[in-house]
Each structure stands twice: as C-alpha cells, then as structure tokens.
C-alpha cells in the first residue's frame, strides 16, 4: 500500500513538472540561432557554439533545462543578462557545465 501511495506521489510531481515547463519553447531565427522565448540563450550562439543547440544540448533546452528558460532564470532573457543574448555573446553565460 505504501509503495502504491509513493508511486502516485512521485507520478503527480514528475507530471507537475513537466507541465511547468510546457510552456518554454525554443525558435529558431533567420540567422538559424536558437533563441527561447526571449529572445535569448544562455548557452550562446547556436550557430558558433554546439552547446547552444537544444538539439545536441539538453541543457539548453528550457523544457528540458529549467535554467535555460527565461521565465525561470533572469540569467537567461537577454534583456536583464547580455551574456544571454547570442548577437552579443556567442560564448553565453551558463556556469553549470559540472553539474
């Protein structure tokens, strides 16, 4: 019974977080950038830089990455961090590569 009653927990937070991110996306623009929502990355430019491709980083995804998703994390709108924008700075500002 106990087993039963963890599973569901875990099942509903596992859902609950999933469904919190749905709403991060990732474009790209007619440079062939990949932006988020913002207009930013945090990974920098995708055309520059492999790290900033969601398709080859899933660290730079926010729906995969909640620090990649600029509703989350001030770091990643380029608006509020430069570092994040990927015509400024193809290298980006993402400090998480040990974890």
């Known amino acids: 019974m106990r087993t039963i009653f ?16 749905a709403s991060a996306q990732m474009h790209q623009d007619r440079e062939g950038r990949w932006l988020n929502d913002a207009g930013g990355n ?34 990643a709108d380029p608006e509020q961090n430069w570092r994040a924008d990927p015509r400024q700075n193809w290298r980006g500002d993402a400090n998480d590569d040990d974890e």
């Not at 909640?66 to 994390?73: A, L, V, Y």
Request: glycine share 6%.
């Open 6 to 21: 963890l599973s569901f927990v875990l099942f509903g937070f596992v859902s609950a977080l999933i469904g919190f991110n």
């Open 42 to 75: 945090l990974y920098g430019d995708s055309t520059q830089n492999w790290r900033a491709d969601p398709e080859q980083n899933w660290r730079a995804d926010p729906k995969q990455n909640w620090r990649s998703d600029p509703e989350q994390n001030w770091r």
